[in-house]
């Protein structure tokens, strides 16, 4: 099955600067990199994804970057606010099991 | 849409009882999923299906059952009770796992 490793666990800036999560996978076949938010008391939501054909993806103040040959990708949040406060999941897909491994999580605090 | 609806929204159970969670989508997704959350543990998955009449067993499948009679519907059976389940769960739904994943709103079980 997959293995993901997510880090940092816990992660506090400063309004107005950049956040980065990074996670590994341990299966070169997966093909499919989400990111969810969650916010405290709620679902998961998804703020973005990224396939293996593309190495970055945007969408205005986040964005995904992909490296395939190291099996990592990583959440880039610019000019972080006090919404962008909660926790972040990344996930990948796995052979064996059509299911995703979703990583630990990383709880984002923005300070005001 | 109603999207993917969970009852109860709370349950407390004692020490080898037996109930069902209840999950339901509306979006005529073929791919549905159990997870289970614990603080610092992130997502597990349970039990996941792929359509009507097809289940699997996920990460931490022991303790529980499932069926998928119907494409809208895909209850969780806890079949005894036991302290360790205690645990927020979450059900998802999508078109594959490869696509995003709709959560419901959760059901807070404590087994005492």
């Known amino acids: 099955g997959e293995n993901v490793e997510q880090h940092p666990s816990t992660l506090s800036v400063q309004e107005g600067d950049s956040a980065v999560i990074k996670c590994t996978y341990s299966?070169?076949?997966?093909?499919?990199f989400p990111w969810y938010k969650q916010e405290l008391g709620k679902r998961p939501q998804l703020i973005i994804d990224i396939r293996s054909n593309v190495g970055e993806k945007k969408d205005q103040r986040i964005a995904v970057t992909l490296n395939k040959t190291a099996k990592h990708f990583s959440l880039h949040i610019t000019e972080t606010q006090p919404e962008d406060s909660a926790v972040y999941f990344c996930?990948?897909?796995?052979?064996?099991?059509?299911?995703?491994?979703f990583g630990s999580g990383t709880r984002l605090q923005v300070q005001p | 849409n109603a999207g993917v609806t969970q009852t109860p929204k709370f349950q407390v159970l004692k020490t080898g009882q037996s109930m069902t969670l209840q999950c339901a989508q509306d979006?005529?997704?073929?791919?549905m999923s159990w997870y289970r959350q614990d603080p610092g543990m992130g997502l597990r998955l349970i039990h996941y299906?792929?359509?009507?009449?097809?289940?699997d067993q996920g990460e931490v499948p022991n303790g529980y059952n499932v069926s998928r009679s119907t494409t809208e519907d895909f209850p969780l059976r806890l079949l005894s009770a036991a302290p360790s389940q205690t645990s927020v769960y979450f059900c998802a739904s999508s078109r594959t796992e490869l696509y995003e994943q709709y959560f419901g709103p959760g059901t807070r079980l404590t087994v005492t």
């Open positions: 299906s792929v359509g009507a009449g097809i289940t």
């Open positions: 979006m005529n997704h073929e791919y």
């Open positions: 299966d070169s076949a997966s093909n499919y």
């Open positions: 996930a990948a897909p796995g052979t064996g099991r059509r299911a995703l491994t």
